[in-house]
């Protein structure tokens, strides 16, 4: 009887080794820091709040307590710009991207909850410099909120910001005078590549 030989690892999970371990090398104080924010906040009978538009759901979902973990997360998922039922139509993906993209929504959203004083907010987004993640981000920290930004600075500061409907790259959005102190950690994308690091409080 002959034995089957052992199948070599795929490339992507070499490289996805590689990223992980990047991230554990250069972002652990901030990985650290995020969950410390995030710890406080619960034991301050505050909450997490959680954001991210199209693909960056998934995290909030992730997140979003199940049985046997901890309360204290709250997703803010708006479905006109995660809901991936249809490609084209009604609800179709265009229209998904395009409102993504729309400044000024954030302070919309924003505007429909009122934040605790221990209140932390995450927020999830890819390239870092889509509209309405970069100006939920700055808006949560103009009410006095601790933002942890999970991105790939990286890929924002390469990307065109301007024609993805934002003026300034998450990473790099300018501090309010309310703004609390940050992790200066910068990350790179997560991709194939092990440079990568998209981890980031700020």
Do not use: K
């Amino acid at each position: 009887m002959t034995m089957p030989t052992a199948r070599p690892a795929l490339p992507w999970v070499a490289a996805a080794t590689a990223l992980l371990e990047q991230v554990a090398a250069t972002q652990s104080e901030a990985i650290e820091t995020a969950s410390q924010w995030s710890a406080d906040a619960i034991a301050a009978d505050g909450l997490v709040h959680l954001f991210g538009t199209g693909h960056s759901r998934i995290p909030v979902e992730e997140m979003f307590p199940r049985y046997g973990s901890y309360p204290g997360f709250n997703p803010i998922v708006e479905l006109s710009m995660t809901f991936h039922t249809q490609v084209v139509g009604a609800n179709g993906q265009r229209q998904a991207m395009f409102i993504e993209r729309m400044p000024g929504l954030a302070e919309v959203i924003l505007s429909n909850f009122t934040f605790g004083p221990s209140d932390v907010m995450v927020v999830f987004s890819a390239g870092g410099t889509t509209a309405v993640p970069v100006e939920m981000a700055r808006g949560a920290r103009n009410r006095g909120l601790r933002v942890i930004a999970v991105t790939s600075v990286e890929q924002s500061t390469m990307s065109d910001a301007t024609s993805r409907g934002s003026t300034r790259p998450l990473g790099r959005a300018r501090p309010s005078p309310r703004s609390r102190s940050s992790i200066p950690s910068r990350s790179g994308p997560p991709s194939s590549s092990p440079s990568g690091a998209p981890c980031r409080p700020f």
